[in-house]
């Protein structure tokens, strides 16, 4: 009866080892997946900020005020979206007041546009002149280098939120084991839980780095296609915001005819673009 005593005592004691070092590798999880939003909200605003930026321009452009959907839309959503990313962040100190940062930088930008706006309601040669000064562009220059910073913070933690998992799936297959040593019934236990815990080890591994390989390609596609999209949309409109200005100016039907077909082949070519870079 004393050595069954021990016996049944050691082997709820390695079960109940092996279940505490389960527990630490599903938290260790769980922050994982914390970390693994991080990203996709990083984008998410730096998206927003640059839509709103590609807007401000097309209305100073034009001044057709439906190119300020995009900014009114990013001063509604800024809040939440920042909100949300400072708490995905809280557990960081150094990312959190990076966030901060960036929150900081976006509200210029906010106040630059609100100025640049004004300033083109006004007239249009105030705000060329306030664009031309390059202070949006500074500023713009500026969040890109905060995200960066951002970026390369989130991966070196998501990094360290892995390599915590790897040392905690390797702590519980190392108790696991040498509960299998204590008796039969709890060596089988114990090969049970090896077992599960390589499979786990493996699967979540193949995961992780599944995920962060998607989230790069998604990055590098989202990126590319932000500023592909900033860069050309840009000078569409252009062309056909002074197309428009000259078709008040022009009166011979001849040059009528010219600026329409301008315009035709512009707002076709601008469609085409559209549908290519929002696939």
């Not at 527990?23 to 999880?29: A, D, E, H, M, W």
């Not at 664009?131 to 070196?156: C, E, F, N, T, W």
């Not at 090896?194 to 193949?206: F, G, L, S």
């Not at 840009?234 to 301008?262: C, R, V």
Request: charged share 20%; with cysteine.
């Amino acid at each position: 009866q004393f050595v069954v005593g021990i016996w049944l005592t050691l082997s709820i004691a390695s079960v109940v080892l092996a279940a505490v070092s389960w527990v630490q590798v599903s938290q260790s999880i769980q922050q994982g997946r914390q970390w693994g939003n991080v990203g996709p909200q990083l984008d998410e605003i730096l998206k927003t900020m640059l839509d709103s930026e590609t807007g401000v321009r097309g209305f100073i452009i034009t001044g057709n005020t439906n190119f300020l959907g995009p900014y009114l839309s990013a001063q509604t959503n800024y809040e939440a979206e920042f909100d949300q990313l400072a708490a995905l962040t809280a557990q960081n100190t150094n990312m959190l007041k990076a966030v901060l940062d960036l929150r900081a930088q976006s509200e210029t930008l906010a106040d630059y546009n609100h100025q640049t706006i004004d300033a083109r309601v006004r007239d249009f040669r105030v705000a060329q002149t306030l664009v031309a000064s390059g202070k949006g562009r500074l500023i713009m220059d500026q969040i890109r280098v905060q995200v960066s910073v951002l970026d390369k913070a989130y991966y070196h933690q998501f990094s360290e939120v892995r390599g915590q998992i790897d040392a905690q799936l390797s702590r519980a297959i190392l108790t696991s084991l040498i509960a299998g040593v204590i008796g039969i019934v709890a060596g089988i236990l114990a090969c049970w839980f090896a077992w599960v815990t390589i499979k786990n080890q493996q699967r979540e591994r193949e995961l992780i780095e599944a995920k962060l390989q998607a989230e790069r390609s998604s990055r590098e596609k989202s990126t590319f296609l932000a500023n592909m999209s900033h860069e050309i949309r840009t000078p569409m409109n252009a062309i056909l915001g002074f197309s428009e200005l000259l078709q008040g100016e022009l009166s011979e039907p001849k040059h009528q005819k010219y600026l329409k077909s301008i315009r035709s082949s512009a707002t076709s070519l601008l469609q085409l673009i559209n549908d290519i870079l929002d696939m």
